[in-house]
């Protein structure tokens, strides 16, 4: 039991740290986003007026709208896309493997790729998915296609298919941990109540698997959301997300536009996470046995 | 087909369980070596025996949980060895319960019927009478989390009983029970059993268990059934020196015979020679043997009717209530236990030393030389 009782001086000591750094790295800089997104006038200084006419320009422009909505039914996409692969590759691991050895080498293999940064990771797929990638050339060896596909690079297709490869460990993780903590007994259990396989796993293990879901789904959708370099590299310059504008404002030296991109992106992110916590309490993850 | 084949089908059908021969091994290790048992309609069953004697892997071959390697088992007459768990006719209360956390305690108890694809009106009128049979109604829309110890063994109950099945398999199904409760669940128990005519094999370690509830006790032992029978039978007359030194109240002796007339044996052990009943057993001279008498049968105010006779010394007196038990010494180290009526005065103290004695007729043989 911790010797260190609830709101002692010694517990806000040790919160301190963390305090200063998240106020300086997190809290300060989303105000100070918010607050350049307001900002009118000629000028660009604290001293502009503050209106929402920028987020007017925003939102009377067709192209950044469909930009929006584009985002959004990509991030919903790749949410499905790697949920069930997901979903499949924690079952796997932890239900159909049984040999301790083999666990540890597919769980390695699984998890090893995913110690590089996920900026090399995208840029990686380049070679593959090019004209004269690896993918064209197979498909040209197999003689599955006469001349190489194009679509594969700087195309949405693309761009999913790295994504995918990117987040679906998020989504498999929490999984992999909510199927570990289901006793076996619970399955052998419904099993000896004439429940046949499929429904064991409809009735019981996905019930209680889905915080685990609930929470993959949140760190694909955050990553999605964000992601810009992925977007920027497979997808050259032909395709754009959100993130991108902000980038792309923010290089042309729009920095009142930049904000109002970004704070938009915040506040999609928080109504996804807020719809999430609806549906599951992450926070009594665990809780249950 | 004749008359005997029509016999042995009608007599096969009117068993709730038979094991042939059962084996399951794990690696090198076996679990379970040559088990057969035969259970009639409607008896409690218990497999009795420490822990990692296979008790509750046959268990699991019954339930389905586990495929034999070898033998056959058939439920209520028909072959089931191939057959998963839930196309077999028996339901499981598992050591803690497995109670399903997401689902309420009136879903849980449903379960069953669901999965028999009973109508709704009918599987809801049939969980509230269940319910209420169990005396948990209150408690249908809370889930497991929130019950305690004793509601979560009467929600697993009754989620169990509710399809009503031929058999019904317990693993150590009060083990996770305060002490005080154990009691009274194990008379609500047999006395259910009872009224219902299910077949009930019950799993423990703890002999109070399986000889208060037992019509049928199996005593096992490194994979292997030691001994069956009815708790007198087991209790009066232990058929190896496993069986005798694990149940409570029996004291062990080895030794080698000496000689063996008019069916008695002489057997020379460690602590003195004695006279013990063969029983129509033919002992070889100079083989190893192994007999056992209860506390209960040894007593310290010895006549010519105690031809049995050893001194041993005293070391300490336990008082259990109904029973005073005295823990000896015996010449060769090992201990030996006498127990008096609790009501009657202490006679011995501890320090003494005392001759004691029993009768030939209360000395019981063990088969085989084993242990």
């Not at chain 2, 269940?130 to 809370?142: K, Q």
């Not at chain 2, 030194?245 to 029996?250: A, R």
Request: aromatic fraction near 8%; charge should be positive.
């Amino acid at each position: 039991m911790s010797t260190i009782r609830v709101r002692s001086a010694a517990s806000y000591w040790l919160a301190f740290p963390a305090a200063v750094w998240m106020l300086g790295v997190v809290v300060v800089p989303i105000v100070l986003l918010g607050w350049v997104s307001l900002w009118g006038g000629r000028t660009f200084s604290p001293a502009s007026p503050l209106t929402f006419d920028n987020y007017t320009k925003f939102f009377a422009n067709k192209t950044y709208l469909q930009l929006a909505l584009t985002t959004v039914t990509h991030t919903a996409v790749l949410m499905a896309v790697t949920g069930v692969i997901g979903y499949c590759i924690a079952y796997f691991l932890t239900m159909k493997v049984k040999h301790p050895a083999w666990r540890l080498v597919l769980f390695l293999a699984f998890v090893v790729p995913f110690w590089t940064s996920t900026l090399i990771r995208g840029i990686a797929w380049v070679p593959f998915l090019g004209v004269n990638g690896v993918i064209n050339q197979a498909l040209m060896f197999t003689g599955a296609t006469r001349t190489p596909i194009e679509a594969f690079l700087y195309s949405r297709f693309g761009i999913s298919m790295a994504q995918v490869s990117l987040y679906t460990m998020m989504a498999a993780g929490p999984v992999v941990y909510m199927l570990n903590a289901i006793a076996p007994q619970l399955r052998e259990a419904a099993m000896t109540l004439k429940a046949p396989p499929l429904v064991v796993f409809w009735r019981i293990v996905f019930p209680l698997t889905l915080p685990g879901v609930v929470i993959g789904q949140v760190l694909v959708f955050l990553n999605v959301m964000a992601d810009f370099a992925t977007v920027a590299t497979v997808g050259g310059n032909k395709h754009a997300m959100l993130p991108n504008l902000v980038l792309l404002f923010y290089e042309g030296s729009q920095h009142r536009a930049a904000s109002v991109v970004a704070v938009l992106l915040m506040v999609c992110m928080l109504i996804g996470v807020i719809a999430a916590m609806r549906i599951v309490d992450i926070r009594r993850l665990g809780a249950e046995r | 087909m004749d008359s005997l084949a029509v016999a042995e089908s009608i007599g096969l059908r009117q068993l709730d369980l038979e094991l042939r021969n059962i084996r399951k091994r794990y690696g090198s290790f076996t679990a379970v070596d040559g088990v057969s048992l035969k259970v009639s309609k409607g008896q409690f069953v218990c497999l009795l025996g420490p822990s990692g004697c296979g008790k509750t892997t046959t268990l699991r071959c019954i339930a389905g949980l586990e495929e034999p390697d070898d033998g056959d088992i058939l439920i209520g007459g028909k072959e089931a060895t191939g057959d998963p768990p839930w196309k077999r006719d028996i339901a499981m209360m598992f050591q803690d319960f497995a109670l399903f956390p997401h689902m309420t305690v009136a879903k849980q108890v449903g379960f069953g019927l669901e999965m028999l694809k009973r109508p709704r009106p009918e599987i809801a009128e049939r969980v509230q009478q269940v319910l209420t049979a169990f005396e948990i109604a209150p408690l249908a829309d809370r889930k497991p989390g929130s019950l305690s110890g004793g509601q979560r063994q009467r929600v697993a109950l009754a989620r169990a009983m509710i399809t009503e099945p031929r058999l019904l398999l317990l693993d150590e199904p009060i083990g996770a029970l305060d002490y005080s409760l154990r009691e009274t669940v194990m008379l609500e128990l047999k006395l259910l059993q009872q009224r219902t005519g299910i077949s009930f094999i019950w799993v423990t370690h703890d002999q109070n268990e399986a000889f208060s509830l037992g019509d049928l006790v199996v005593v096992m032992n490194h994979a292997k059934i030691e001994q069956q029978g009815t708790p007198e039978d087991i209790l009066q007359r232990p058929a190896t020196a496993f069986v005798a030194g694990f149940i409570q109240g029996n004291n062990v002796f080895r030794g080698k015979v000496l000689e063996c007339t008019a069916g008695n044996a002489r057997i020379e052990t460690a602590a003195g020679t004695f006279t013990v009943p063969c029983l129509g057993a033919s002992l070889e001279i100079g083989a190893t043997a192994s007999f056992s008498v209860r506390a209960e049968n040894i007593s310290d105010t010895v006549s010519e009717r105690h031809p049995n006779r050893l001194t041993a010394h005293c070391t300490a007196v336990e008082y259990f209530g109904a029973v005073r038990r005295h823990i000896f010494e015996r010449a060769d180290g090992e201990i030996l236990k006498v127990d008096q009526f609790g009501a009657q005065a202490a006679r011995i103290a501890p320090g003494q030393s005392v001759l004691l004695g029993w009768q030939v007729e209360d000395t019981v043989l063990h088969q085989g030389t084993r242990g």
